[in-house]
């Protein structure tokens, strides 16, 4: 299962200065070297978890331990005026306050009386900007915050704690020495403060020209911001042409499920070594779409969750991992239970083989994991599920049966080509079939075999399907290849169309039988529409 959360505010924020650009559908992340000062922006955005949440309260997110969130933008066409960037180092910061994202969209429009801008001229400086997050709130460090280094004219002051030092320090500002505490260290003028003589005591310093961070720093992968800021990640974009940018948030995105972290969004921008001028004459320039881009590449966290539900019920195999499985069906729909149920596995004779608790791995849906091993006297065992409570009620126990098989290790003193013939088929959704967005479709896959084969004798040992889009002769994947849910004889996709935007897709398959890899060469097509589509679709 895949699920997108697309954001639902961004903006850019462009170094000492007003201007609002949260209408543009198009982001630039710029740095700019080659003046007398460095000029830069920084992209931030926001997204909601309310879906993800109630993904993970009813189990269609198992546990997470399965989960990855992945930060996703798409590359775009820029007229900026700064050459795009081919190798660069990345940083995901945390904005740390609430922010409006403004409705400007044009930064290159003149600073005029607004009765004489042009009509296709939209200029605003209402926040959020590089000084205000909101109209009456100012950001608690200008652009979120600040990587500039400082320089301190002064001839001596005491040793100033890390946690003391005030961000807003300006060049040749003097320290008040009534605010400074600890052992006196000698400076000559002009000397750069670096974090090793705020931690080290009392040490002399001759002065460096070394480019240096902000005093008031922490660390993470290399990357040093104020320390009223977390860093979150370090990345590095290196491709002849850009190639957008994808970044892992799992850690991130699981910490907003699970708790009660506060979600004021996030942001990108160039590491602090090419906005604070170490990297000195140099300008470059990353650009993404943003949320407001009319093309179906908007930027978003993929929340990817693919469990390998593969029952082996009918044809449990000895020496190897099978797996079996609890469907917690309430008023013919699946719930999940108040807890994880467990299973005992039993021969004939009602001896217990062994016993393990049930992890829950979809909504309803419940997963043990068994390897039997020798030479059992029976085909047949059973399983046993317990402890299964719904709302606080104690249910009965359910007691199941599978059968046993010994041929998983099959031994012949040849090569024979034993893959057997079958044809795939897709039901449960119509070829060029318009679907509105928000319906939960379950997809069959049909595997027709020929005359005395049936499931419990196939060769399938795999199945997975993929959901892309076409551009052109380019196809544009959208859900990378997932497995194919397999209940009894039954194949099927639970698709969720709730993010999908309203476009056509098509479905891939693959099957895997005896190393044999055959894919779907029906193309299967339909198309998302939302309510206001289906309207024009009717009046037409």
Known sequence: MVLRSYFCKDNVLYSNDDVNVGQNPVADIIYDNTGQCAIFSRYIFQFDVTKLKEYYNTCKLGNLSGVTHTLTLYPASSDCDIAPSKSAKLVLFKVNQDWNEGCGYDHKCQKQCSLLKTNNCNYSEDPSNWFYAKSDTKWSTKGIYQTTTYILNTESFEHLP???????????????????????????????????LLLSGCTVFTGTTECVPTPNLIYFEDCAVSANTEILACVEINC??????????????????TGNTDNFGYGIAFHPDFENGCTTNLSNSISFYTRHTHSFFKPHIETRYCPAIWDARNRFQLDTPQKLYLYSRIGGKLKGLDQNPTVEI????????????????????????????????????????????????????????????????????FLEDK??????????????????QGEIRKIFINIQYPFGKDCNTSDITNMEYRIYIKEGLSQCTVIDWCPVWKVGCDYFIVLDTCWMLPTCYHIDLRVESDQVVKHNLQEYEFCIINNKEQCRCKTC
């Open 419 to 436: 893959t057997s013939t079958y044809w795939i088929g897709i039901s449960g959704i119509k070829k060029n079939e318009f679907i509105t």
């Open 240 to 257: 002849e042409q850009y190639c957008g940018i994808q970044i892992d948030v799992t850690s991130e995105v699981n910490k907003l499920i």
């Open 346 to 413: 039993q021969d004939a004779a009602c001896n217990v083989v062994t016993a393990i608790t049930a992890n829950c791995v979809y909504e309803g849906i419940y997963e043990a994991q068994v390897t039997l091993t020798g030479d059992p006297k029976c085909d047949m065992f059973y399983d046993v599920w317990k402890g299964i409570t719904y709302n606080g009620k104690t249910r009965p126990d359910v007691k199941q049966t599978f059968a046993v098989y010994d041929d998983f290790y099959q031994i012949d003193g």
């Open 162 to 196: 890390l946690s003391n030092l005030i961000p807003e320090i300006r060049q040749t500002e003097f320290l008040p020495l009534t605010n400074l505490t600890g052992t006196t260290c000698a400076l000559e003028p002009q000397v750069q403060v670096t974090e090793e």
